[in-house]
């Protein structure tokens, strides 16, 4: 895939709508995690070097389109510190803008016409402006006029994020180094069904973990408990196995499990074989000998492709026990040169920072939905539309 970058365009004196990604987590007014817009940096400082005039647009959680202060970008605004634009429809700041100055708008969801790609709330984005640039890889598989709508209007241009992101991505997809780990988790099979048969035909092996993995155990007649698992998933769960065996993928699933009796951070941990588990039982962590396999595992490989904690990562110290050891040795196979990983997803890529590793990983996505769509093989919209055709 070749997309219109913006390496070779003339931005100088130019008026450039700029689409990132600022959707951060924000607790009592302060951002809790600053990776997406450190990630969008190189972007805008090559476009402020180059002389554009930017204004950059994003949003912030789901305000329904309706101007919710709850969701403002205000705070991003002031961790950025740069001038934040009441109205993202609003024009006049470009009357005083001069070459590399840069604003950021108010979050363009207060308006319903942006989920909903309307025509005319993106002409009325899109005014003023010379040149389009998406730098929102996490937002792209969203047909929305802040990705696809302005596009469809202003010359457009992928900006160095998306680019990596598209790069990195379809290099392990079209050409991994092999063997192939993936390893995926998460809450439901119902929403990764596509990306797991995607990863049986493309992985050697796949190890499925959390929640993901409990409807698989349950659907091979094993005990789950009283825990999260998809009773209704069962056939899709054999069929997803059988789709594996037929591509010669070898499925992991979990050997046992950490539990307790009560769903809470300090709930006391038993470490349970899936025989062992008892009705009241709570899965909550991956056991001791799932994630020794699958620190073994990881080892064996060339390539390991990470979405989704095996647990709850963020009840530290008692739940994150599996997820952290995931993570710690595809940081140390990657900085010993044995493996190149990919990772994605906001509570995976929150279990990388947690445990201080995030820098040792060969690439960290910055979508959720967008990275498994990718994999998945299905089209983008936002991106899409800047492929060099």
């Given amino acids: 895939m070749k ?21 951060v987590q924000i607790v009592d007014g302060k951002i809790t995690d600053t990776f997406r817009i450190e990630q969008s940096m190189p972007t805008i400082n090559a476009l402020r070097s180059s002389g ?21 970008m205000a705070p991003v605004a002031k961790y950025m510190n740069i001038p934040l634009i009441p109205d993202c429809l609003d024009k006049d700041f470009m009357k005083t803008m001069k070459d590399g100055d840069i604003v950021l708008l108010e979050n363009v969801r207060f308006y319903p016409g942006e989920e909903a790609n309307d025509p005319n709330f993106a002409k009325n984005l899109a005014t003023g402006f010379d040149i389009f640039i998406n730098d929102a890889f996490a937002v792209s598989h969203r047909a929305h006029a802040s990705t696809v709508g302005v596009a469809e209007i202003l ?10 992101e598209i790069e990195h991505l379809s290099a392990v997809m079209e050409n991994p180094k092999r063997p192939l780990l993936s390893i995926v988790a998460g809450s439901k099979v119902s929403t990764k069904i ?25 659907a091979l007649g094993g005990k789950v408990g009283n825990s999260l698992y998809e009773a209704d998933q069962k ?36 470490n349970k074989d899936f025989s062992e588990i008892e009705d009241d039982d709570i899965i909550i962590d991956a056991g ?31 739940w994150s026990f599996g997820s952290f050891a995931l993570a710690r040795t595809i ?13 994605g997803g906001g509570d995976t890529v929150a279990a990388l920072t947690a445990c ?30 800047l492929e060099d055709k």
């Fill in 288 to 318: 001791e000998e799932t994630t020794k396999r699958d620190t073994e595992e990881i080892r064996k490989a060339a390539t390991v492709i990470w979405n989704g904690t095996v647990g709850m990562a963020e009840w530290q110290p008692t």
């Fill in 356 to 385: 201080g590793v995030k820098d040792n990983i060969t690439y960290v996505s910055t979508g959720g939905g967008a990275f498994l769509e990718f994999i998945e093989g299905r089209t983008l919209p936002g991106i899409a539309i």
């Fill in 194 to 218: 596509g990306v797991l048969k995607a990863l049986a035909k493309l992985s050697d092996k796949l190890i499925i973990g959390g929640a993901l993995g409990t409807t698989f155990n349950y």
């Fill in 331 to 343: 940081a140390e196979q990657t900085l010993a040169g044995k493996l190149e990983s990919i990772v």
């Fill in 3 to 23: 997309l219109r970058t913006i390496d070779n365009i003339d931005v100088r004196g130019k008026f450039v709508l700029l689409r990132d990604d600022f959707n």
């Fill in 155 to 164: 010359p457009s241009y992928a900006g160095k994020l998306l680019a990596s």
């Fill in 52 to 72: 554009a005039r930017i204004a950059i647009c994003a949003h912030l959680g789901r305000p329904k389109g309706t101007r919710n202060q709850d969701y403002s």
């Fill in 235 to 270: 056939d899709t769960a054999l069929e997803i196995l059988e789709y594996a065996k037929q591509n010669n993928c070898e499925i992991l699933l979990p050997l046992d499990k950490g539990v307790a009796k009560e769903f809470v951070p300090e709930a006391e941990r038993t």
